[in-house]
């Protein structure tokens, strides 16, 4: 086997070196002493690429474009190829690693240290490792099995083993070499190698010799020398064919054999006689280069003609004449021969591998051409035969011709393969086969685990040391995983095969003495996954159980999995389960999820729905916001949190990637908090997760949702809304469960809502996109609605004003209807917060929380205010009862005087019902002719009496502050009065000219709840009680006091102030008020009559109108009211030049 030896080159500095290819063998790669990966096109290459990975690089392996390397700060790396980019840490040894190689598929690699241990770590999760221990000294080398079922190792301690991986235990071991105490000591590296495809061979380099051993049987078969070589061989590798077997030797010798004839093919020795430390073939199995001790690189060339040559004439001499003569025994020989070189070398089958049927023996496909009469063999026997054949070989001599084996006849399966699946983890804990690790880190507190020589134990951190001291346990059962809650702290550990697998639970929350309790598992089944939820333990185990627990140790319920879990959490009452739901393909995990809410009401929310990741990712943490809102994050570090008002779908949140400054950066996810908007992670450098000590600092990493185009102004107004909207949902669900919820954030978050609609409504209108404007204008509410007509009519878009209009109209109808229905679900809950779904949008959604807490604590004040005013009247009392009980009677009730549809009405039938303050208020700045048709409409309707002003009173505004007259209907408010003046008929359009400029400033104490009432609602009023007089006489002081109040808080203050007043004055308030009340009664007798002799009067209406508007005028320039939110925001869209 005649080769060119081509000239070294320099590659590194001088010190151990090694060498391999790329998949296709377009690139040559080498490491060496000085911390550099080389990138070669060739041997010729004059500007190799350069990787700095460390201080040393002792070892390195190639496949599927990961770069993995064995640097000298005791980690195993992955770079990406060819680009060099960092790609994280694989594993950690306590020293350094000496040898790493890949398995045949590239999904594993095994690495070996100078700690005397020996990792088997998967790429898709290097969390997922195996550890051999056994070897008394540091490793030499390691290699797998190519059916991936052993791996064989090389120590200083003198031996070479062999391990069973998936059991993680040593199958048989050799005392073959000379024992030394470190890898620089040791006389030869031992580098073993596996046979390629056939795996039936182990070799091993003992001396000057490599002596093979047969898989299985684990004897020894055969033994390589030469006789010119008296240096021990360092390193062997077989060719891709597995007939040919290469050695490198520390005098520099180069030797290749062909294993089946045990003969010496080829020679060559070190130009410079300097140790051999790396060798590997070419892909194509015709070239080999190594590397030397010196740092530098060869290359031996040609070894492919001579192969194939040798293969060609081979097969022209010894080829069998027919097919019967294959499974000749007399014929053994010549057939071993003829199949290995012929069907298996890729120097002549360099596409063997992708062929779908290949006979065994290279020959032509079509047997049926010569093979047609009925004794033809079919595929099946001939498999059966060659099966035979190889039997037969296998008995007859001691080296077993590797290609028989690897001969298949079958179809080639070349489609998706399938991904390996998660193993389950607990979410915020580091992996188990660290010495220290965290168990669990959370929002309640830090689990620490130590497992080394001096101490097992179990350290337990409360963030707030308020809920409970520090504890330190003796881990004496060997507990793997953990959590932690304000309640307890939960443990579990596997089975063996003496004892069961436990769950353990401290129940430190606990008013008795007895505050822990521990419960065995069944014979089997193992637990996998734990969490703590408000009063109650769950735990998932190996056979497709969950099984729930009470805090206290009580058995609950349990039931089947329909997959694998992965992993489990907890909050209050919600369990949140993900498992497998099926095999993935392509490296996609196929994931699915079950939400359990445990109230009153048990049901299951989410019915093991698909988990949607990302591309080629896996679940990385799972939990909930500190708000109770389930949330989860995958290895490229989307952050995903469920969207209750879009059916429990799942809508990314954040990335944490965007915020990592090498490829190899991560963040570890320890908390996710919805208000204020706050990932809290522990950044790990280089690594997925960081190390127990010193303690990890904690980063906090802001919300920001994938919209497009965020580095616009109106893609960030988008983005801020959306995901204001999309982080305030917990509001609604905390408040459909019962719990007390922060009304003043809920408010603030509202009001952060529409004043970002109004400014994406002013921007959208400066864009001339007024059909967006509208679409913006639908997801306000009411009184911002209001806003954006006034400034579409600024802006002279009077056909955006008109579609406003409708839009308002339509609103006000909308609500109006569904107040009936919200009557009769709060009734009978007695004025509990209610969930208004989530059909409506966010906005909408909110402000009808808002409305219900208020008119809650409005019955309250009221109640208090009856204890107070105790020389109130029976009648006046019993009053105030009945309004009290049903605060929506007034919009229900029938009325004595019910109105008949008005055909003149723009919308043809008018539903007395639907009348509200917001429809007065919808058209409110159309000040123009061609208007004046929908604010005529709507001025027809509000004057139809009592029972429309009643309902009006009753619903209100959506999203304005809450006024205190329970005892008395609501009276329209002066937006409507400026409505309805502005759009008077044509005839007093001058007027309405002259007058804008007040009605600007009327329109911007509208958004203030108006305790005082326009004459036009005189006829509906009752007598004001004693509290109502004393605040309109004070609200301007508490005001001047406190300028930043909102009406809710005014009133507050006020109710305060009322009753520190003493016995007398509130008496003499209450005399007050019932004077006032026959005032009233006058007044109102006198308004009815006017009433009915203008009825139908357009002329008369329209003066009434002006008339009204002139009295509401008087009243509200006597008393000055406090801006809200909304006349913030008219400010903002009217701002003056």
């Not at 992996?431 to 620490?448: K, T």
């Not at 939960?490 to 606990?510: I, M, N, R, V, Y």
């Not at 107070?868 to 005087?897: C, I, W, Y």
């Amino acid at each position: 086997m005649p080769c060119e030896r081509k000239p070294m080159r320099y590659g590194h500095s001088e010190g151990h070196t090694d060498v391999c290819f790329d998949d296709a063998g377009k690139y040559i790669v080498t490491c060496g002493s000085d911390g550099d990966v080389r990138i070669w096109e060739s041997l010729d290459d004059d500007d190799p690429k350069s990787i700095n990975v460390g201080e040393k690089v002792y070892s390195l392996a190639l496949k599927n474009g990961k770069l993995v390397t064995a640097a000298s700060n005791n980690t195993v790396q992955i770079h990406t190829f060819p680009e060099g980019d960092p790609d994280g840490i694989l594993t950690r040894f306590t020293t350094n690693a000496t040898h790493i190689t890949y398995n045949s598929s590239g999904s594993r690699v095994a690495a070996g240290s100078s700690d005397f241990m020996v990792k088997v770590v998967e790429m898709y999760d290097s969390s997922q490792q195996k550890t051999l221990r056994g070897h008394t000294a540091p490793i030499l080398s390691v290699t797998f099995d190519p059916k991936d079922e052993f791996l064989a190792s090389a120590s200083c301690d003198g031996s070479v083993a062999v391990w069973k991986i998936e059991e993680q235990t040593q199958v048989t071991s050799w005392p073959l070499l000379q024992k030394s105490n470190d890898v620089i000591n040791a006389k030869s590296l031992c580098r073993l190698a596996w046979q390629p495809k056939a795996a039936k061979l182990l070799a091993v380099p003992v001396e000057t010799t490599v002596q093979l051993y047969q898989r299985d049987s684990w004897a020894q078969v055969g033994t390589l020398s030469d006789d010119l070589g008296t240096q021990a061989i360092n390193v062997v590798a077989w060719s891709p064919c597995g007939k040919f077997l290469a050695a490198g030797s520390i005098g520099g010798l180069l030797t290749v054999w062909d294993v089946e004839s045990k003969l010496c093919v080829e020679r060559q020795t070190h130009e410079k006689g300097y140790t051999v430390c790396g060798l590997v073939w070419h892909p194509s199995g015709g070239q080999i280069a190594y590397t030397d001790t010196e740092g530098c690189l060869g290359v031996l060339d040609g070894l492919s003609s001579s192969s194939s040559t040798t293969a060609s004439s081979t097969m022209t001499k010894q080829a069998p004449a027919s097919y019967d003569d294959l499974f000749d025994d007399d014929d053994d020989r010549p057939m071993d021969e003829g199949i290995s070189e012929g069907a298996r070398s890729p120097a002549k089958n360099p596409e063997d591998d992708d062929d779908d049927l290949i006979p065994a023996t290279g020959r032509a496909r079509n047997r049926s051409a010569f093979l047609d009469d009925e004794n033809s063999l079919d595929t099946g026997s001939l498999k059966q035969g060659l099966d035979k054949f190889v039997d037969d070989d296998d008995a007859g001599s001691a080296i077993v011709p590797p290609a028989a084996v690897a001969a298949p006849l079958r179809p080639i399966y070349d489609g998706p393969m399938p991904t390996p699946p998660q193993k389950a983890f607990q979410p915020g804990s580091t992996p188990a086969h660290l010495m220290h690790r965290f168990m669990m880190w959370n929002s309640v507190g830090i689990v620490r685990g130590y497992n080394d020589d001096q101490d097992n134990a179990i350290d337990v951190e409360f963030h707030d040391t308020a809920v409970h001291h520090a504890m330190h346990l003796t881990n004496s059962l060997g507990h793997t995983v953990a959590d932690l809650s304000q309640e307890a702290v939960l443990l579990a550990c596997p089975g063996t095969d003496e004892l069961a697998s436990k769950l353990q639970c401290l129940h430190f929350s606990s008013w008795d003495t007895n505050k822990e309790w521990m419960v065995d598992l069944p014979k089997g089944e193992d637990v996998q996954a734990l969490c703590l939820g408000q009063g109650w333990v769950a735990a998932a185990t190996s056979a497709l159980m969950l099984r729930l627990f009470s805090i206290g140790g009580v058995q609950r319920e349990l039931f089947s999995l329909p997959g694998p879990v992965v992993c489990i959490a907890g909050h209050g009452e919600q369990l949140l389960v993900v498992y497998h739901r099926g095999t993935g393909f392509d490296g996609e995990q196929a994931l699915g999820v079950q939400l359990l809410q445990f109230g009153q009401k048990r049901r299951q929310v989410i019915h093991g729905e698909p988990l949607p990741l990302s591309r080629k990712s896996h679940l990385s943490w799972l939990g909930f916001t500190a708000e109770g809102t389930p949330c989860f994050i995958d290895s490229e570090g989307v952050v995903r949190l469920l969207n209750r008002s879009l059916g429990n779908m799942w809508t990314p949140v954040c990335n944490t990637r965007d915020n990592c400054k090498g490829k190899s950066d991560h963040y570890w996810v320890v908390g996710v908090h919805e208000n204020p908007q706050q990932l809290r992670c522990i950044p790990c450098k280089g690594s997925r997760y960081p190390p127990t000590l010193p303690r990890p600092a904690v980063a906090v990493l802001p919300f920001k949702l994938p919209l497009c185009q965020t580095t616009t102004e109106k893609g960030q107004m988008e983005e801020q809304y959306w995901r204001s909207v999309l982080l305030h949902n917990h509001y609604g669900f905390l408040s459909s469960s019962g719990y007390e919820i922060d009304e003043e954030g809920q408010s603030q978050a509202q009001k952060e809502q529409q004043e970002l609609l109004m400014k994406m409504f002013a921007l959208s209108c400066k864009l001339e996109r007024e059909f967006r404007s509208v679409e913006l204008a639908e997801l306000m509410t009411q009184n911002v609605v209001t806003l954006a007509i006034r400034y579409a009519s600024r802006s002279r878009r009077m056909a955006l004003a008109q579609r406003l209009s409708d839009l308002a109209l339509e609103k006000a109808n909308q609500l109006q209807g569904e107040e009936p229905q919200e009557e009769e679900e709060e009734e009978p809950l007695q004025y509990t917060r209610r969930n208004t779904g989530y059909s409506q949008s966010s906005s909408e959604m909110g402000a009808d929380h808002q409305h219900s807490s208020h008119r809650q604590a409005q019955v309250e004040e009221v109640d208090e205010e009856q204890g107070q005013e105790e020389h109130m009247d029976e009648g006046d009392v019993a009053e105030s009862k009945r309004q009290v009980l049903n605060p929506f009677a007034k919009g229900t009730a029938a009325s004595p005087e019910k109105p008949s549809p008005r055909p003149g009405s723009k919308e043809g039938r008018v539903n007395p019902f639907k009348v509200s303050s917001g429809l007065g208020r919808s058209g409110s700045a159309v000040a123009q002719n061609r208007v004046t048709n929908v604010l005529d409409s709507m001025m027809s309707s509000s004057k139809k009496p009592t029972a429309l002003q009643s309902s009006s009173g009753s619903m209100g505004t959506l999203n304005k502050t809450p006024f205190l007259k329970p005892l008395a209907p609501r009276p329209k408010t002066k937006t409507q009065s400026t409505l309805l003046h502005m759009n008077a008929p044509k005839a007093a359009n001058k007027k309405v000219a002259e007058e804008r400029e007040p009605a600007v400033c009327r329109l911007k104490q509208t958004e203030a709840p108006p305790p005082a009432s326009p004459a036009e609602n005189v006829e509906n009023k009752k007598h004001k009680s004693g509290f109502q007089l004393w605040l309109e006489d004070n609200r301007r002081i508490i005001l001047a006091d406190n300028p930043d109040l909102e009406e809710t808080d005014v009133i507050k203050e006020a109710i305060g102030r009322f009753r520190t007043l003493s016995a007398d004055d509130r008496l003499t308030l209450t005399e007050r008020a019932k004077g006032q009340s026959e005032d009233v009664a006058d007044m109102k007798k006198r308004k009815r009559g006017e009433g009915e002799t203008s009825r139908g009067d357009k002329n008369g209406q329209s003066e009434a109108d002006e008339t009204r508007q002139s009295e509401a005028d008087e009243t509200s320039a006597k008393k000055k009211k406090p801006l809200d939110t909304s006349a913030k925001l008219s400010a903002f869209a009217f701002n003056k030049n």
